[in-house]
Each structure stands twice: as structure tokens, then as C-alpha cells.
């Protein structure tokens, strides 16, 4: 039997993250981690930029082909995005 101040180490992280607050930008990490998991190994070649600001996923894409194609994707990667992080950390994708 455990003390009562004792927790597993998954614990204690979780704790710490939530106490700085600091969720939020580990969800958006695991977004930037999973881009070319869910996008391929083509897009990933072509993607020259990607960060997240206010709820939006802002990707540079060298290719105005594979822009036109990621543009009309763009809702279902989000979710797929979402998916991987385990939190409704994008609404949108915004394609440069």
C-alpha cells in the first residue's frame, strides 16, 4: 500500500504540466510530431515551415501542386491532426 504522498512518475508529470500550464503546448508538439505521419513521406519533402498560433496549423508548402491538394484536405488532416494528439488543439489549417 502507497502512502498517500506518494504517485507513479506518469502522475507526477501530468501534475506538473497541468500546474504550468503547459498541456496545451505538449498537444501542439505531438500536431508538429504527427504532420508527416499522417500527411506522407511527399508533403513531408515539401514542407518547408510549420507552426501553430491561436488554434491555426500554419504550414509553407513548396509545391503548388500538393498546396492545391492539401487545400481541399485541409478538414479532414485537421481531424486526423486532432486525432493524434488526443485534444482539439487546431480548428484550422492555414496553407503558405
Same mark, same amino acid.
Given at each position: 500500500m502507497k502512502p498517500k504522498?506518494?504517485?507513479t512518475? &506518469?502522475?507526477?508529470?501530468e501534475a506538473m504540466l497541468k500546474t504550468y500550464q503547459m498541456e496545451g503546448k505538449?498537444?501542439?508538439i505531438r500536431i508538429i510530431k504527427a504532420w508527416p505521419q499522417v500527411t506522407g513521406k511527399m508533403v513531408t &519533402?515539401?514542407?518547408k515551415n510549420i507552426y501553430i498560433n491561436k488554434k491555426k496549423l500554419f504550414v509553407k508548402i513548396d509545391s503548388p501542386a500538393i498546396k492545391n491538394e492539401l487545400f481541399y484536405n485541409r478538414?479532414?488532416?485537421a481531424e486526423l491532426l486532432?486525432?493524434?494528439a488526443g485534444a482539439m488543439v487546431i480548428e484550422?489549417?492555414?496553407l503558405l
Open positions: 504522498n506518494e504517485q512518475l &506518469r502522475q507526477a508529470l505538449l498537444a501542439e &519533402r515539401h514542407t478538414q479532414k488532416i486532432n486525432q493524434e484550422e489549417i492555414v
